[in-house]
C-alpha cells in the first residue's frame, strides 16, 4: 500500500471517528432536550391536576359566549373595589 | 398519466354551465359529457357550443345514482369525474385530483371542497366552510414543532389531501368528486331517489377501498335558494338520508332553539368579519334565524316523511317526490332484484356509523400495512448513558399488581437520568372520562412517584429510543408508532391464557409474532415465549419492596393459614383453593383460616374469617403473625409469594407451572401439585412440623433478600438495551 493510500484511509477514518463523536453530541443533546420537555410537561400536568380533575377546559370555556363580557364585568367590579380599598385606607390614614 | 372524463348531469343549468365547461377545458379533461334531462333553457345550445359530448334523456328517467352509473358507461376515462351544473373548477383542480389517486393504489373515490361564491349568503358560505374544515389534517408533529419556526408549515400540512379508510367519515359528495373506474365498475351508484354519493361513500370503505379529501381541487358552488327553497330542500336532502343510510334528524324544541341561538350567533360573527354591519347584520341576523330554524324543523320532517300524506310531502319537496321510502323498503334496484317476491324476512333495522372507529381498528393496520419502520440505528446507542424511552400501558385501577410492577421499575429508570414518558393506549375508552394530568397523579398515588409526562393516546407523539409495550392490548398500537430505533415489550404473564377462545386470545397470542424483543417477569415465562412463539426474549425476577415486606414486631401465630382467594381472578384458581382449605378444615376444625384479596363474600365449606382487599402494610402484618400462607398461579408467578417469604411467612404454590424456574424444586417455597387433597397435606405437613417452618422461614427471608426493585430495574434496562443492540446488530448484518 502506497505512503498516499494510506494517507487517505487514515483521513477517512479521522472523518469516520468525528461523525461519530458528532452524531453522539447530537444525540445527548436530544435526550436532554426530551428530559426538559418531559419535565416541563410534567409539571404543568402537576397544576393543572384540578382543572382536569373537574373536566374545565378554560380555553373552551373563554370561547364560549358571554365568557369575554363576564370577564370584563369581573375586571371592573375588581377595579372598583381596590379603588374603595383605596378611598378606605386614604381616609383611615387621614 | 390517466385519462379523465367529466359527466355533468343537467337540467336547466344555463347559469354556469358556459364557465364550468370552460373551465373543465382549461383544466385539461380528456372527455366532458353533459347528460340533459330535459332543459328548457339555454343548456342544450350552450353544450353543443362548447362541442362537449351531449347524452339527452327523458326527465322521468332521470335518477341521481341511476343517470350517473349511465354517463360512467359512456365515457371511457379511467377516473371519472362527477359535477353538478353549478359547480365550477377553481384553478388546479385536476392536477389536485390525479395527485390524490397517486397517494395509493386502493383509492377509490376523492372529492374536494365547495368554496361559496361571492354572493353566496353568510349562512352557507360559513357552513361550506367550516364543513370542509372539518376533514383537513391537523398539523403532524413535525408540523407542530415547525410552527415555532416557520409559520406557513401547519397551513401547507392543512391542505394536505387526507387518506379516509373504513371508520373514517363515509361522506361524499357528487357536486365535486372523482372516482377509480375500477372502483366505480365494483361498487357502481345505488339506484335511489337521493344521496347516492352518500351510499357510495359507505360501500366504497366497507369493500376496503380508500377514498381522499383533497382540499386543493376545489369548486366554486352553491345552492343559494331563497328561505322556503332551502327548507323544502332539506326535506329531501333528510328524506334521502334516512332512505340510504338510515339517520333519523332528531328534534326537540329546546336542542333546536339551542341551535339556532348559536348558529345564528356564528353566522352573525362570520358576517362581521367580512365587515359586515348595522343594517346589513340585521337582516343577516333575522335571515339566518329563519334558514336554521326552517332547517331543523324541515330535516326532522325530512326524516319522518314516509308518515306524511303524499300531497303534503310532495309540496314539502322541492323535487315535488311525494312518495317515500323506508329504510326497509330502500329503492335501490339491486337489492329489491335479489330479494324473493314475498321474503319471510322482516325489514332489517339500518343503523347509522355509532362508532368513530372500531376498537380493534389498530391491529387491522397492523395485520394490513405491517409495522411502522423503525428509525435506522446509531452506532453505540445501546450504551448511550441516557435513553429516550416512552412507556404505552392499558387502563389501569388501583391494586393492579401489573401496574405496579411497571411503575416500580419505570420510575427507577427515570431516577437513573434516562427520560421518560407514558402513554395509555385505551382500547375501548375505559378511561376516557379521566383526563390526562388525573391519570398522572392516580399512577403517583396507587403504584409509584413518576415525574415525567402522561398522555391518553398518541396525538402528541414524539418519537423514543425504545418504545416499550406493556400488556397484550398495547403492542398494536407500539407498532403503529413512528420515530422509533427499538420496541421492546415488557411481558408480565403469558396473556392468552387469561381468555377463553376468543378474539382477546387470538390477539394476545399474536403480540408475541411481532419481533419485539420480550422483556419477561420471570425465566419460565422467557423460555415459554422463546419456545412457543420464538420470540427474542430476556427475563427480570419480580422485586419486594422490602422496607414494607418485613417480619413485624408481633407474635405469630401457630393455629392459622392465609389464602390470598382473588375470585375474580381466574387464574388464581381460587375454587381449587377452598376444595383444598375444605379438605384441612376437615382434618383439623379448629384451625383458623383467613381469606384476603376479595371485598366479595365467598361461598366457603368452612368457617373462615375475611380481611378483604388490604394495603400493602396490612398485608405486612398479616403475613407476619399468620402460620403458613396459600397463594396459587396457573400461569406466572406473581408478588405474592416472594412477599409472604420476605415477611417469614412459609408459602405453599402449585408446582409444575413457575414457581420452579424461580425458587428451584427444593427451594424456600412448598411446592404442590393442582390437588386439592395434596395441596391439604402440604398445608398440613407444615402446620405439623415447626423447625421445618423455622427453616422455610429463614431460608425465604435470605432468599428474597436479593430480590429489590433495584435489581429488576438493572435487569429491565439490560433488556431495553438489548433491544437497541439487536438493532444495531441486524443493520451490520444487513
Not at chain 1, 18 to 36: F, I, K, M, N
Amino acid at each position: 500500500m502506497s505512503a498516499a493510500d494510506t494517507s487517505s484511509e487514515q483521513r477517512l477514518q479521522a472523518e469516520n471517528e468525528r461523525l461519530r463523536a458528532r452524531v453522539a453530541a447530537l444525540e445527548t443533546e436530544l435526550v436532554e432536550t426530551q428530559a426538559r420537555t418531559d419535565a416541563v410537561v410534567g409539571e404543568w400536568q402537576e397544576r393543572a391536576y384540578w382543572l382536569d380533575r373537574w373536566h374545565l377546559d378554560l380555553n373552551a370555556l373563554m370561547r364560549r359566549p358571554g365568557a369575554s363580557e363576564l370577564r370584563e364585568a369581573l375586571r371592573a367590579v375588581r377595579a372598583v373595589m381596590w379603588r374603595l380599598k383605596r378611598l378606605k385606607r386614604r381616609l383611615m390614614d387621614s | 398519466m390517466k385519462s379523465v372524463a367529466a359527466i355533468v348531469p343537467v337540467k336547466d343549468g344555463e347559469r354556469y354551465l358556459q364557465e364550468l365547461l370552460a373551465a373543465l377545458a382549461r383544466e385539461g379533461v380528456d372527455e366532458i359529457l353533459v347528460i340533459d334531462s330535459g332543459s328548457r333553457d339555454r343548456s342544450l345550445e350552450i353544450a353543443r357550443a362548447a362541442g362537449v359530448d351531449l347524452l339527452e334523456i327523458e326527465p322521468g328517467e332521470f335518477g341521481h345514482g341511476r343517470t350517473r352509473n349511465l354517463g360512467a358507461e359512456r365515457t371511457r376515462g379511467e377516473l371519472i369525474c362527477f359535477l353538478t351544473q353549478d359547480a365550477t373548477p377553481c384553478p388546479g383542480w385536476l392536477e389536485a385530483y390525479r395527485e390524490a389517486f397517486a397517494l395509493d393504489q386502493r383509492v377509490g373515490a376523492a372529492y374536494g371542497p365547495h368554496l361559496p361564491r361571492a354572493d353566496t349568503s353568510p349562512m352557507i358560505a360559513r357552513e361550506l366552510t367550516e364543513f370542509f374544515a372539518g376533514f383537513e389534517s391537523r398539523p403532524s408533529d413535525g408540523d407542530r414543532e415547525n410552527d415555532a419556526h416557520e409559520n406557513g408549515a401547519s397551513a401547507s400540512a392543512a391542505h394536505a389531501p387526507v387518506l379516509q379508510r373504513q371508520g373514517d367519515p363515509a361522506f361524499l359528495s357528487n357536486v365535486n368528486a372523482c372516482y377509480a373506474r375500477a372502483c366505480w365498475e365494483e361498487i357502481r351508484f345505488r339506484d335511489v331517489a337521493y344521496s347516492e354519493d352518500q351510499a357510495f361513500g359507505t360501500d366504497l370503505l366497507a369493500a376496503g377501498w380508500l377514498k381522499v379529501y383533497q382540499p386543493r381541487a376545489a369548486v366554486l358552488h352553491a345552492h343559494d335558494y331563497g328561505a322556503i327553497e332551502f327548507m323544502r330542500r332539506y326535506f329531501d336532502e333528510y328524506r334521502g338520508l334516512r332512505e340510504t343510510t338510515g339517520h333519523v334528524e332528531p328534534f326537540g324544541t329546546i336542542a333546536a332553539a339551542r341551535h339556532v341561538r348559536a348558529a345564528v350567533t356564528g353566522d352573525r360573527r362570520w358576517a362581521a368579519e367580512q365587515g359586515l354591519s348595522g343594517a346589513e347584520l340585521a337582516r343577516v341576523t333575522a335571515r339566518a334565524t329563519i334558514h336554521h330554524g326552517g332547517r331543523r324543523v324541515f330535516s326532522a320532517l325530512g326524516s319522518h316523511a314516509a308518515r306524511i300524506p303524499r300531497p303534503v310531502s310532495s309540496l314539502l319537496s322541492l323535487e315535488g317526490r311525494s312518495e317515500s321510502t323506508t329504510p326497509g323498503q330502500s329503492t335501490d334496484s339491486r337489492s329489491s332484484a335479489a330479494a324473493p317476491a314475498e321474503s319471510p324476512l322482516q325489514a332489517p333495522k339500518r343503523l347509522p356509523q355509532l362508532l368513530p372507529h372500531d376498537d380493534y381498528s389498530v391491529v387491522t393496520d397492523v395485520w394490513r400495512d405491517g409495522p411502522t419502520p423503525l428509525l435506522e440505528p446509531v452506532p453505540g446507542m445501546a450504551e448511550r448513558e441516557r435513553l429516550r424511552l416512552a412507556m404505552v400501558i392499558p387502563p389501569f385501577a388501583r391494586g393492579s399488581g401489573g401496574h405496579n410492577t411497571l411503575f416500580q421499575i419505570f420510575s427507577r429508570l427515570e431516577r437513573r437520568g434516562h427520560s421518560c414518558s407514558v402513554w395509555l393506549a385505551d382500547y375501548h375508552n375505559q378511561m376516557r372520562e379521566v383526563w390526562p394530568a388525573v391519570l398522572r397523579h392516580d399512577i403517583n398515588e396507587f403504584f409509584a412517584s413518576f415525574q415525567g409526562p402522561v398522555y391518553r393516546g398518541f396525538d402528541q407523539w414524539q418519537g423514543a429510543d425504545v418504545v416499550i409495550a406493556t400488556g397484550w392490548q398495547t403492542v398494536h398500537a407500539a407498532l403503529r408508532l413512528d420515530q422509533c430505533r427499538a420496541r421492546a415489550y415488557v411481558v408480565n404473564d403469558h396473556e392468552p391464557e387469561f381468555f377463553a377462545t376468543s378474539t382477546e386470545r387470538v390477539l394476545a397470542e399474536d403480540t408475541y409474532r411481532h419481533d419485539l424483543h420480550c422483556i419477561a417477569a420471570s425465566p419460565w415465562l422467557r423460555d415459554l415465549l422463546i419456545d412457543r412463539y420464538a420470540a427474542s426474549a430476556d427475563a427480570f425476577q419480580l422485586g419486594v419492596e422490602q422496607e414494607i415486606y418485613r417480619p413485624r414486631p408481633v407474635q405469630r401465630r401457630t393455629d392459622t393459614v392465609v389464602y390470598y382467594a382473588r375470585h375474580s381472578t381466574a387464574r388464581r384458581a381460587v375454587p381449587i383453593g377452598l376444595l383444598a382449605l375444605t379438605e384441612l378444615h376437615r382434618k383439623r376444625p379448629d384451625l383458623r383460616i383467613v381469606l384476603f384479596g376479595s371485598p366479595d363474600v365467598m361461598y366457603a365449606a368452612f368457617p373462615y374469617e375475611s380481611m378483604g382487599v388490604l394495603s400493602p402494610t396490612q398485608l405486612s402484618w398479616l403475613y407476619s403473625e399468620a402460620t403458613v400462607g396459600l397463594c396459587l398461579s396457573l400461569t406466572n408467578f406473581s408478588l405474592m409469594p416472594k412477599e409472604m417469604l420476605a415477611c417469614g411467612l412459609p408459602c405453599v404454590e402449585l408446582a409444575g407451572v413457575s414457581a420452579e424456574s424461580i425458587f428451584g424444586s427444593d427451594g424456600p417455597l412448598e411446592l404442590a401439585p393442582l390437588d386439592p387433597r395434596a395441596i391439604a397435606d402440604t398445608l398440613a405437613g407444615l402446620l405439623d412440623d415447626p423447625g421445618r417452618r423455622e427453616q422455610r422461614s429463614r431460608e425465604g427471608i435470605e432468599f428474597v433478600a436479593s430480590h429489590t426493585w433495584e435489581h429488576a430495574t438493572d435487569e429491565v434496562e439490560a433488556g431495553l438495551r438489548h433491544a437497541l443492540r439487536e438493532r444495531e446488530l441486524a443493520a451490520s448484518v444487513s
